[in-house]
């Protein structure tokens, strides 16, 4: 079998694109990953990316990589699928029709194409690599082996039943669907996966915030000597990648210190902290129904989000005063034309005899005017979207919301990030790649339900 340190420095394999100096701590750190004796020159190197004191005894199932941005974490991912998919041999354990995937999970569909162009080129830039590829398409390269290279988008949904050689997850830091990290569950769906083959769990990231598995991850078992075969590992970029110019990493540390020390110096950020604990959603949301019909006698408050473009939705949140609480009826969300939505929007405010609603200022003019072609009158929020979070946090601390059991709204609100401006002051937002649409819309109906003043929300224009 050929060792990962030949497959990276062989001519006739892969040492023309590894084999130089720029990948020299790549082979140090994959060659102990693996269980390879080190030189002296390598096994410093393994060292100052682990935090280790000692040399590696065998092989570590799991590696869990905090690597700078630019670090060449996709050229790597892409040869770890590639040499665990074509250089293994897993049919001794397989039954009958049943195939050893390697699987690459991106952060989304963008990320994995990059991933698959990366992989399949490496494939098929060698001859005797070639030669294996029975099928190919966008999503997978099959293998005469009985192996499948496949690449997904992060949800633990996509990676149940499958027998698995190795998980390769990129940029585990940045996943997130309906605006929260599904990291954990995803892991938690992958562990049983790769029991089967023995398979390789990787995890490769630039790092972000101080939660989330690789952080937990990070803290665990970073420079642990102990019998963990959980291997972690953090270097800044121009360690992995000593081509990227050092002017790229000091414009940026000019621009915004906190971000480019998490982007290149592999530092987890200590500005950037979660905004609310899910069991807190957990226990303001009622059971069921999803949505309560309206009720004689009972004003009712609306706020909207209209859409951003791209995968934003516009969204409407409806709710009511219920003594000093806030309940939210209804969160509904639209994607397609503004105009058509909002005369959707308009027959659903009808049923609940709302004749205003509210929204924030940065949809500009036309949400306004839209509305009141069909005679509802826009108000712009006084407050912003922190300001919003912050007033509806107050409430759900107190006990004074009761959500709709949606589990959109719940993952928004879970993946809301607080963080600490230059100035000091708070802001609240989803993060990097998430959305929180209806979760805005809710904390806007909260807020105008938190009032001491009351809205005359049933007034003519």
């Not at 029975?134 to 499948?148: G, P």
């Not at 990676?159 to 990129?170: E, F, N």
């Not at 000597?225 to 790229?248: C, F, H, I, K, W």
């Not at 950037?272 to 408050?301: H, M, N, W």
Request: proline share 5%; net charge neutral; glycine share 8%.
């Amino acid at each position: 079998m050929i060792d990962i340190r030949q497959a990276m420095t062989d001519p006739a394999l892969f040492g023309p694109i590894f084999g130089g100096d720029t990948f020299t701590s790549w082979r140090a750190l994959l060659s102990g990953f693996t269980g390879l004796e080190l030189d002296a020159t390598e096994l410093d190197t393994f060292k100052a990316l682990t935090g280790r004191q000692s040399a590696p005894q065998g092989a570590f199932a799991e590696l869990w990589l905090a690597i700078g941005r630019r670090g060449g974490k996709s050229h790597a991912a892409a040869f770890l699928a590639v040499y665990l998919g074509c250089f293994f041999d897993y049919s001794d354990r397989l039954a009958p029709g049943e195939v050893a995937t390697v699987m690459v999970i991106a952060a989304d569909r963008k990320q994995a194409r990059a991933a698959m162009r990366y992989a399949s080129g490496l494939v098929n830039s060698n001859p005797m690599l070639r030669r294996m590829v029975q099928r190919e398409n966008s999503e997978q390269i099959e293998l005469t082996n009985r192996c499948v290279i496949e690449i997904t988008t992060a949800s633990h949904r996509s990676v149940r039943g499958y027998t698995l050689a190795a998980c390769i997850c990129d940029e585990i830091a940045f996943w997130t669907v309906d605006g929260a990290s599904p990291d954990k569950e995803i892991i938690a769906a992958i562990r049983p996966a790769l029991a089967t083959l023995g398979g390789k769990l990787i995890a490769l990231s630039s790092p972000y915030a101080k939660r989330g598995v690789l952080w937990n991850t990070f803290k665990r078992a970073y420079a642990d000597d102990g019998e963990s075969r959980v291997l972690v590992a953090r270097a800044p970029s121009r360690m992995m990648n000593p081509t990227l110019p050092q002017r790229v990493i000091d414009d940026a540390m000019r621009d915004d210190p906190e971000a480019a020390r998490a982007e290149y110096l592999a530092e987890f950020r200590s500005d950037i902290s979660s905004f609310v604990d899910p069991e807190l959603i957990a226990d303001c949301t009622r059971p069921k129904p999803r949505e309560l019909p309206r009720v004689a006698g009972v004003q009712y408050l609306a706020f909207v989000d209209p859409a951003g473009g791209g995968a934003d939705e516009f969204t409407l949140a409806i709710g009511h005063r219920e003594g000093d609480a806030a309940v939210i009826d209804l969160v509904q969300g639209r994607k397609g034309s503004p105009a058509g939505i909002v005369a959707e929007y308009v027959d659903v405010l009808s049923r609940y005899g709302i004749k205003r609603v509210m929204g924030d200022r940065y949809a500009g003019r036309w949400p306004g005017d839209e509305f009141r072609k069909h005679g509802i009158a826009y108000d712009v929020s006084e407050l912003d979207r922190s300001a919003l979070y912050l007033e509806t946090l107050a409430a759900l601390n107190s006990g004074r919301v009761e959500l709709p059991p949606c589990e959109i709204v719940a993952r928004q609100f879970a993946g809301l990030e607080r963080r600490t401006s230059r100035s000091g002051k708070d802001q609240i937002d989803h993060a990097p790649g998430g959305h929180d649409d209806r979760a805005n819309a809710v904390a806007g109906v909260v807020a105008m339900a938190s009032k001491k003043s009351g809205y005359d929300l049933t007034g003519a224009l």
